[in-house]
């Protein structure tokens, strides 16, 4: 079944090229388009999308209000945010208000379309180079609590990268990898890989 994705992009060149870009994928169908944030969420409250794409800066309702609305009448909607911004303020910002993923607008192309697929997956997915910002925040006192291959492996969790995918980048296997994730988690006290990334993410804007 294709995952159903809504597009809200204020600007209309943007979204007609997302539109038609996501019309080439098989696995990915758009049943709406928005252009504003009270247009986006009637379109979600209409359609129910596996995945909203949404733009932070839309013209009359702040981006992290959308994605808060959104999840309160479609709490199985994924949020995948789209931005000019890649500052540590405006990721914590949409994280905070319940957004899965987060991409900057400088991605190419073939980044947003699987950022989509990650997000609908029920993982979490960060353009890289937030998510290694957001590991190389971590604070002093947790950081010591990994070791180096500990800390590569959540880079590339935080990056929404599968183990299989990482045991290959790290010439590792897949077992490895499956161990150093259950040890970051146990030193870490946290329980998914959604909930290791986002405190991740948390931890790597404290410092703003």
Known sequence: MAIRVAIAEDQRIVREMLAALLEREADL?????AGTGAEAIAVVAQQHPDVLVLDIGLPDIEGAEVARRVKEIAPACRVLTL?????RFFVQHMLRAGADGYVVKSAALPELVQAIRVVASGRVYLSPDIARKAVAGLAPDESTMLGSRERQVLALLAGGKRSSDIASDLHISVATVEAHRRNIMRKLD????????KYAIRQGLTSL
Do not use: F, I, N, R
């Open 29 to 33: 169908s758009l049943v709406g388009a």
């Open 83 to 87: 931005s000019v911004q890649d500052s």
């Open 190 to 197: 946290l329980h998914s890989v959604a909930e290791l990334t």
